[in-house]
T-cell receptor
Framework: DAGVIQSPRHEVTEMGQEVTLRCKPI?????LFWYRQTMMRGLELLIY????????DSGMPEDRFSAKMPNASFSTLKIQPSEPRDSAVYFC????????????????FGPGTRLLVL | GQQVMQIPQYQHVQEGEDFTTYCNSS?????IQWYKQRPGGHPVFLIQ???SGEVKKQKRLTFQFGEAKKNSSLHITATQTTDVGTYFC???????????WGAGTKLIIKP
């Protein structure tokens, strides 16, 4: 298994530009998570999906951020317009449904996208 | 806000010394997971503890889950340079199936 795949691995853009981050979860996984990691705020959960449906987006910082999961094998996180404070590493992770309905098992992380907004 | 507190934020040790990180939750957890993130890398699952008072070992790493299922610890004996990284705990609350992450403890080996 290739694991969770993220693209691009690095992105440098200018303030005001649109940024789209992509994720392919592990095949068969029911849950997909988007995280943001910075030195100041650590690892933050932005949003997660269960069976392609957004369950909790309370971590999405503001309306400039949006996430979609059009099918079980693909998700995007979009920032429009981007700002310098959005500079961070963005991780996508996926997991299986637990044995107990609604439980989430081990999360498998992708390599991350390192975003720098100038 | 943060509902799983993890301390310390950083720990500097000489190679060969022991390292411990602690997690405390304000509410009872159904389980707790531990992850390791190497510098420049991504979090990687280490282990899951489910039972009250459970202790699990992986070579030099010892993981404990408290009797009340509100706290957990990771202890590394005789640290090596390969242990460098940030260790995260993450737990499921009994009342909510969402995974709640600690802030992580960064293990730094003194030169």
């Amino acid at each position: 298994d290739a694991g969770v795949i993220q693209s691009p691995r690095h992105e440098v853009t200018e303030m005001g530009q649109e940024v789209t981050l992509r994720c392919k979860p592990i095949s068969g996984h029911d849950y997909l998570f988007w995280y943001r990691q910075t030195m100041m705020r650590g690892l933050e959960l932005l949003i997660y999906f269960n069976n392609n449906v957004p369950i909790d987006d309370s971590g999405m910082p503001e309306d400039r951020f949006s996430a979609k999961m059009p099918n079980a094998s693909f998700s995007t996180l979009k920032i429009q317009p981007s700002e310098p404070r959005d500079s961070a590493v963005y991780f996508c992770a996926s997991s299986l449904e637990g044995r107990l309905a609604g439980r989430q098992e081990t999360q498998y992380f992708g390599p991350g996208t390192r975003l720098l907004v100038l | 806000g943060q509902q799983v507190m993890q301390i310390p934020q950083y720990q500097h040790v000489q190679e060969g010394e022991d390292f411990t990180t602690y997690c405390n939750s304000s509410t009872t957890l159904s389980n707790i997971q531990w992850y390791k993130q190497r510098p420049g890398g991504h979090p990687v699952f280490l282990i899951q503890l489910v039972k009250s008072g459970e202790v699990k070992k992986q070579k030099r790493l010892t993981f404990q889950f408290g009797e009340a299922k509100k706290n957990s610890s990771l202890h590394i004996t005789a640290t090596q340079t390969t242990d460098v990284g940030t260790y995260f705990c993450a737990g499921h609350r009994r009342s909510n199936y969402q995974l709640i992450w600690g802030a992580g403890t960064k293990l730094i080996i003194k030169p």
